[in-house]
């Protein structure tokens, strides 16, 4: 079984940084695509970032929502079974629980931003920003 943890949420003010971090525990060979979703107040659970990697090194390809493309960026450290997101220019609208996930096989890019495609999910981190 995977574990996902998620930690680096809070309160920021807006145009602040804040970066989320997800610690996977488990077998490393269990998942392979790892992703960033959000959901704020009132509203459905929307894909934020994620990432694709070989496995056996750094090299991995990243897909964004349109709303944080060239603000968040997603990176792991496969060493260390962990997920980054680091997030800048924040604003009030990027005020919601962010949830780790993880899929148990290799996505096609076609459904990397789709939530099914994700059976592993963390327990989620409030980043609230003030204006």
């Known amino acids: 079984q995977v574990q996902l943890v998620e930690s680096g949420g809070g309160l920021v003010q807006a145009g602040g940084s804040l970066r989320l971090s997800c610690v996977a525990s488990g077998r490393s060979s269990s998942y392979y695509d790892m992703g960033w979703f959000r959901q704020a107040p009132g509203k459905e659970r929307e894909f934020v970032a994620a990432?694709?990697?070989?496995?056996?090194?750094?090299?991995?390809?990243?897909y964004y929502a349109d709303s944080v493309k060239g603000r968040f960026t997603i990176s792991g450290d496969n060493a260390k079974n962990t997920l980054y997101l680091q997030m800048n220019s924040l604003n009030a609208e990027d005020t919601a629980v962010y949830y780790c996930?993880?899929?148990?096989?290799?996505?096609?890019?076609?459904?990397?931003?789709?939530?099914?495609?994700?059976?592993?999910w963390g327990q989620g981190t409030q980043i609230t920003v003030s204006s």
């Open positions: 996930a993880a899929s148990r096989a290799r996505l096609n890019p076609t459904v990397v931003r789709t939530q099914s495609a994700y059976v592993y």
């Open positions: 990432g694709s990697w070989n496995g056996y090194s750094t090299y991995y390809s990243t």
